[in-house]
Structures are given as C-alpha cells and as structure tokens.
C-alpha cells in the first residue's frame, strides 16, 4: 500500500535581522496542532530504525503516537523512562545526524521532525507537569557526582530515580555544565536549563556549587565519603593554532568567550566580567562552538563576522541548520582557507589575520579529505578580534590531582564497557571520556553509567 506524501512541518524562526540584534531564542517552536500533524507523519515501523540512531535509545514512535493523539504528558512519560532533558535535546541535539537520519520517512518525502516534536513534549512538560513522583525505595547508598553538565545530570537523575542518595560537585556558581556556558541563550534559553536542573533538586538530588574537585575536596576524599564516584568534568581546556601572533591582545578562545557571554552575563551593560566587542571578528573553526562564537559575536555589536575554515562546505562539521542561521544573519565564510599568522599593532592588538587558500586531496584518518597549501596564496583580513573555535579537551586538573586514574594521550580518562575506571569505585563519560562531543553523547554515557553503579549498589 502506497504511502501518502506529507510535507514536514517547519520550524518557525524569528526574522534574521532582528534576532541578529538581542539573545532571544531564535527558533519559536511547534504548537499543538503542528506538532500533532508532525507526529501523525511517523509511520510507526514495527522495527524503529530511528530508535537505533538515538544515544539514549528514547522509544520514538511511541512517544510519536501519543502526541498525534494528543496525549502529551503520557508522550511526556514515555520520553522520561530513557531521556531526563527533552526539552534540552529538542534543541541542541544533532537529530538529522541521529535518529532522523535513520527515519524509514526520509526515502518517500522527508524525515519526521523528531526532534521538534521532542521539543514541544519537553517545553509542555516543564510549564504543565506536576513535581516528579519517585516510587523508588530510599536506599543508603551514596554516589558523588563531580561536574553537571549532560552526562552528569543523566547520571544523577537515573541514580535519584533509584533511591540513591546523590550530590552533584560543580566548580561554576551555576549548574548545568556546557548547557549554561557554552550554547548561547539564543539557542538554548538558561531558564529552561535551570526548570530541568530544578527537577532535579525536587526529586531529592544534592547540588553543590563552587566546588572544585582536585582544589575544594579531593578525588580521595570522595572515594573514602561515598559508595560510588562518578566524574563528568567535561572537556574545558580550549586548543589553540600554534601559530605566530597568538598571544596577542584580542585573541581569545571560543571557551572563554563563551562562557563570558552565556554564565557570566557578558553582554549586559553593567556586567562585573566584560568581554571585548569586536568591529571586524574572525572566528577560526567551522563546528557549532564556532557559529555559536560568531552568531554571539554579531549580537554584541560587530560590524563584519567571517568564519575561517580550512576545508569546504561538505566538510563543515556544525549542523546544517546552525550554518544556515548563521548565514541567514550576516556571518560570513571563509572557506578552503587556512590562518598562517596574526599581526599586531605597538600596543599588542591583534589587527590581522594572515591567511592562505588551501585545495582538497586525499581523505585522512578523520574521513575529510585533507587541506592541502595552494602556494603563493597569501591574503590578509583586518580583524580587531580572533575567536578560535578549534574543540577542546578534557580538563585536566582531575588527572593532574589524581594521579591513580589512567588516562589516554589525549588525557582522556580511559573506561571499560561499563564506564568504570582502573579505579574501584569511580566511573566516568561523557566529554571527560571522549573530549569534546553532544549532549545526546554524553548523556547516553551517563545513563550507561548509572546502570553500572546501580548494579554494582544493588539499587535495580
């Protein structure tokens, strides 16, 4: 029997020009209606392929089918058994790269919306449900959790939802990891981070900020206090170019400036942790940290934004839709283009960005084919601001406190199938594991690891 063709819905965005101008949220989300004509699109496949494509395993068509009948707190349930952050995921998740890319949908017309439609069940959720009810018997155990971004509030949520007594560590005054300092509020509103952190505080999880492990309380001292450790710590520690130049006033990581922005408030007038606005701002790097920097950038002011990227448009590693957004606003690329050095002016400015124009040969390890120096290429663009957004890794001052933890060349903490470390006791993912990736990622590491502890503390 055939299958009736039906459009996908579109996300409805906020005008480009004025959005480029405040951090308002920049996609508006589905209503009732559209998300029930989404949902109605999923052909509930016997064998859900887009499940397979999902980290976290959430039970899609099942989800899907209660919200085409407009059953939007059981959608809301169904979610909740394997994804604690919905609301969170419908945004930043890279869904046409996971469980979209695996809808059966996407060979007829175009895939379900999954993720928007995720979104809708995560935003009513929050604004309509009442406080979780645990059913879990209080048990004694306790598991520390050291760091509360993705894979840590995951952790956390499956640990409460067990019995178990649970204390989050963060070294921010704020809880939530990358999802406070590092995605811009025009992605991912903080008020909708902190509603799901607050779910978290209701369902008995401990948190405590300003918290430093390595520095505060020691990885010792966690291990001796509680039955289980997990560390989440993400990866924090941003990569540079290594270029000459780069010590220059007005170079500065995408870490820092984002989290500048997005924790401390940055772009408020009377702000107490300023950042430099640029005129002329070049952002080194073409992943989502990049058109978050560039996108931000433009918020606060710069007449021109270029994007500098060693490869081509396919290579690009950011979503489809961020680079879209972002040339929607006004950023512009610089692509097959690579930065060789940074000049200055007496007063140790940076002024500009020395460049070279590359071609593109054979594949590397990654799988992109690698950027290859077109000779006598040499160009010159005036910048007063240089934002590299070139990834991160793990933090160290973990494994630099702690020496009995093994960790990889990377400095990446090194785990079993079960997210265990060489250490008895604690485990360990998300980006400290596998340096920077999504949230979906780490937060399936999270998860993973929580059913290791809960069996390890007899908590299932």
């Known amino acids: 029997m055939a299958v009736e063709k039906k459009p996908r819905n579109i996300m409805p965005c906020r005008d480009p020009k004025e959005r480029a101008k405040d951090f308002k949220e920049v996609s508006l989300g589905y209503d009732l209606k559209t998300a029930k004509a989404e949902a109605m699109r999923c052909l509930q496949c016997k064998n859900p392929l887009c499940r397979n494509g999902c980290p976290v395993s959430v039970r899609i068509p099942e989800f899907l089918h209660a919200v085409a009948n407009g059953e939007i707190e059981k959608a809301g349930g169904i979610i909740n058994t394997t994804n604690s952050l919905p609301a969170v995921c419908g ?9 979209e890319k695996m809808c059966v949908r996407g060979k007829m017309d175009a895939p379900v919306a999954i993720g928007n439609v995720e979104r ?56 939530g990891g990358v999802l406070v300092y590092g995605i811009p509020e025009f992605r991912l509103p903080k008020n909708l981070v902190e509603s799901e952190i607050n779910k978290l505080s209701g369902a008995g999880v401990e948190i405590k900020t300003n918290t430093v492990i390595g520095k505060t309380l020691t990885m010792d001292e966690l291990i001796d206090d509680y039955d289980a450790v997990f560390v989440g710590s993400g990866a924090g520690l941003p990569v540079f170019l ?21 924790l401390m408030k940055a772009y408020e007038k009377d702000s107490i942790t300023p950042v430099y606005r640029g ?82 040969g054979e594949a590397d390890a990654s799988g992109r084919r690698r950027p290859v120096r077109v000779e006598n290429s040499e160009f010159e663009i005036k910048t007063d601001l240089v934002i590299v957004a ?20 990377r400095g990446a903490i090194i785990v079993d199938e079960n997210m265990q470390t060489n ?19 780490a937060m399936g590491a999270g998860r993973k690891a929580a059913a290791a502890i809960a069996s390890r503390l007899g908590l299932n």
């Open 242 to 262: 290594g270029i000459e130049g780069e010590g220059l006033n007005g170079v500065v990581s995408a870490n820092e400036y984002l989290t500048r922005v997005n």
């Open 120 to 175: 809708f069940v995560g935003d009513y959720m929050l604004k309509n449900a009442g406080k979780p009810k645990s059913t879990a018997k209080k048990s004694d155990k306790r598991v520390a959790i050291v760091g509360s971004g993705p894979s840590s509030l995951t952790c956390a949520a499956s640990l409460a939802a067990l019995g178990a007594k649970v204390t989050v560590y963060e070294a921010f005054h704020k809880a």
């Open 423 to 441: 250490v008895d006791k604690v485990y360990a993912g998300g980006d400290a594991v596998t340096g920077a990736a999504t949230v979906i990622l």
């Open 279 to 360: 005129k002329n701002v070049c952002v080194i790097g073409a992943g989502n940290v990049a058109m978050d920097a560039a996108r931000t950038a433009l918020r606060l002011g710069a007449e021109t934004v270029t994007v500098v990227y060693r490869r081509g448009r396919e290579e690009m590693p950011a979503r489809k839709e961020e680079i879209f957004h972002a040339e929607e606003e006004g950023v512009k690329f610089e692509l097959l283009t690579a930065p060789i050095r940074l000049s200055g002016d007496e007063r140790r400015r940076v002024t500009s960005l020395v460049c070279e124009r590359m071609t593109l």
């Open 91 to 99: 945004r930043v998740c890279p869904q046409e790269e996971q469980c």
């Open 390 to 409: 070139l990834g991160t890794s793990p933090n160290p001052l973990i494994k630099d406190s702690f020496d009995r933890l093994e960790v990889n060349e």
